[in-house]
């Protein structure tokens, strides 16, 4: 923790100083490029570091005399997904619903004989899967029932929700809740869009306004004057040269 208050854009440690940070001056990393520089410092850095707890020894040490795994995992994936959130949610014949988003995968059909209650992990930056547990402990990535459903965040899906609520009192359904989402997106890109061509516009007009600057055949700059200080309406002076 003492590491992750020397980041920039971390506001340290104390909730009353807080408003005296303005952590969107100083913020750097990507959320990709934190969870890559937390990695390294857990497995690379504390974990080979010698701790008091373990006389002087490291975590990798002790791991590596430690006993081996009387479970061992035969898939990452369900390793992933064993340490994502969990829900519980019923499978129905339209699949399974989470966030008003409906999600399915061919291979639940046997299940639907009984009413299945399942636990459902699913990775709060990225929705657009679900990683079911079946009854047997195994764990089954379920999709979006509708394909051309973009990825998005559960941040993304919940501020939607929150402002569909807000300007309609009509029934929230998966249509309204993506077609919002995807006008968001528009407009988002569109002020990028807009941001960088005003940026080239004015990057452009500045150097046309430097180029008509030094452009002796424009009526910008007087006949009598160069922007190199030298006037040219004066002739040169005859110097004595020697006569091959």
Not at 78 to 101: E, S
Request: aromatic share 8%; proline share 7%; hydrophobic share 40%.
């Amino acid at each position: 923790m003492t590491k992750l208050k020397k980041l920039p854009g971390a506001t340290g440690h104390s909730v009353k100083n807080r408003k005296n940070h303005a952590p969107e001056r100083t913020a750097a990393l990507t959320l990709q490029e934190f969870e890559r520089w937390l990695a390294i410092e857990i497995g690379e850095r504390y974990h080979h570091t010698e701790h008091r707890g373990l006389k002087g020894g490291t975590p990798y040490a002790a791991w590596k005399v430690a006993q081996p795994l009387s479970r061992p995992v035969k898939h990452m994936d369900d390793l992933y997904a064993a340490f994502l959130p969990a829900v519980l949610r019923t499978l129905h014949r339209g699949g399974i619903v989470f966030n008003h988003i409906r999600y399915w995968n061919p291979l639940l059909t046997p299940l639907l004989a009984t009413p299945t209650k399942l636990i459902v992990h699913y990775d709060p930056a990225d929705i657009s899967a679900l990683h079911v547990k079946l009854p047997d402990g195994s764990y089954l990535k379920v999709g979006y029932a509708d394909l051309r459903h973009p990825a998005i965040a559960l941040w993304e899906c919940l501020a939607t929700l929150k402002y569909l609520r807000t300007v309609s009192r009509l029934a929230i359904n998966e249509t309204r809740l993506f077609e919002a989402i995807n006008a968001q997106r528009k407009i988002i890109d569109d002020a990028k869009n807009k941001t960088r061509a005003a940026r080239k516009g004015a990057a452009r007009k500045s150097a046309e306004a430097r180029s008509r600057a030094i452009d002796p055949t424009t009526n910008n700059t007087p006949q009598n004057e160069s922007p190199t200080g030298i006037d040219y309406s004066i002739d040169a002076p005859e110097y004595p040269v020697e006569m091959w």
